[in-house]
């Protein structure tokens, strides 16, 4: 199949990909833009691992091609943060100890990054419920949701102080 150019919008740059229609977005991002911090674990939508927020939103990187997401803004882990600072919610993870080998971690980062823009008030079961999109093999999720309860609180206080 014939290599199409793609212009895609990643994390504030421009990017010219050049790419068969076919090939996932997960794909181009990791070896086109070489953005490994999405990371691609099922292949079929149902761990989380590759979640990278289109338009601010959520989305599974490994269930659409590259070139449906040519005039969107495709957000990665990659662009949270400030080089070595971590965000209010990556600094949560790392005191609660919501995370252990990491795989799944930037699809998380990236799911409660949008949901806590949007809801800055969660209850235990709405973050347990949002945290049902992802899967952890290593951490029991008990640290996650305190993690991100905890990310929560503190993003209400520094927008409270602005």
Do not use: W
Request: with cysteine; proline share 4%; glycine share 10%.
């Amino acid at each position: 199949m014939e290599k199409k150019p793609i212009q895609l919008d990643v994390n504030g740059t421009l990017r010219l990909v050049h790419c068969e229609p076919r090939k996932l977005l997960s794909d181009v991002l990791r070896e086109d833009c070489r953005l490994t911090g999405t990371h691609v674990g099922c292949e079929h939508g149902a761990c989380g691992a590759c979640t990278v927020q289109i338009d601010g939103h959520p989305a599974r990187a490994c269930l659409m091609f590259a070139v449906q997401v040519g005039n969107a803004r495709i957000a990665t882990v990659e662009s949270l943060g400030a080089g070595a600072r971590l965000t209010t919610l990556q600094q949560a993870l790392h005191e609660c100890h919501g995370l252990q080998c990491g795989f799944c971690t930037p699809g998380i980062v990236m799911t409660f990054d949008a949901y806590l823009r949007d809801n800055p008030h969660p209850t235990e079961a709405e973050v347990r419920d949002v945290l049902s999109g992802n899967l952890c093999r290593c951490t029991g999720y008990q640290n996650i949701v305190r993690a991100v309860l905890l990310a929560a609180g503190r993003l209400r206080a520094e927008a409270s102080d602005v």
